[in-house]
């Protein structure tokens, strides 16, 4: 049976968050998603557009979605005026690559259509707008044990470059636990920050 992709709608996220898990759950530093997490760190944001969220669905069920975002950077050297172009969020099974593929299809000209000249693929370059501490630890990359990701953005036409895209290796034993030389203490208080993008 042939998939469809919608734009994101609410009723949907139930199946997204599923997806999200199955499709990390290989790695146990990957915190699982939940709906709560997904509106307080994504959707609810000031710059989030659910037009560029694209979810397949095959017999009623999701089977992938990519996030397509445009926003300013969040960190201190970026210009907060200017806008970046790019993928957050790819997921597809792995035995699946025509959904991965339509669904970069689908993200890249709804970027292209931003305006936006520089369109760019999960890279930091332009600062973590969505998904900061989700994806894979932290960073807005993919890992070697996620070939298929990797591959439907290069069939999308994205090159697979940059100083840290991609750049990580897998631990074959678990490091040593670290001690404090004193007592750590834990203090919650506001953050200083530049601008709103880097707040949010």
Not at 3 to 29: C, D, K, Q
Not at 82 to 92: K, S
Not at 184 to 195: C, G, I, K, S, T
């Amino acid at each position: 049976m042939r998939f469809s992709i919608e734009t994101y709608h609410p009723r949907r996220l139930e199946g997204m968050v599923a997806l999200y898990n199955a499709e990390t759950a290989f790695e146990p530093h990957i915190a699982p998603l939940e709906a709560e997490t997904f509106e307080a760190l994504v959707a609810a944001k000031s710059y989030f557009d659910p037009g560029g969220l694209f979810v397949a669905v095959e017999k009623s069920e999701v089977v992938g979605w990519v996030h397509a975002c445009v926003s300013g950077g969040t960190e201190p050297y970026h210009r907060p005026d200017l806008r970046a172009a790019h993928i957050r969020m790819l997921l597809h099974p792995r035995e699946r690559l025509d959904i991965g593929a339509a669904l970069v299809t689908e993200a890249t000209a709804w970027l292209k259509r931003s305006g936006v000249p520089e369109l760019g693929a999960m890279h930091n370059k332009h600062g973590y707008p969505f998904y900061r501490g989700l994806w894979l630890g932290g960073e807005p990359m993919g890992a070697p044990v996620l070939p298929h990701v990797q591959l439907a953005l290069e069939v999308g036409g994205y090159r697979l470059s940059e100083e840290s895209v991609f750049m990580v290796a897998e631990l074959t034993t678990p490091p040593p636990e670290v001690q404090a030389a004193s007592p750590l203490e834990y203090r919650a208080f506001p953050a200083a920050m530049e601008r709103e993008a880097m707040l949010e």
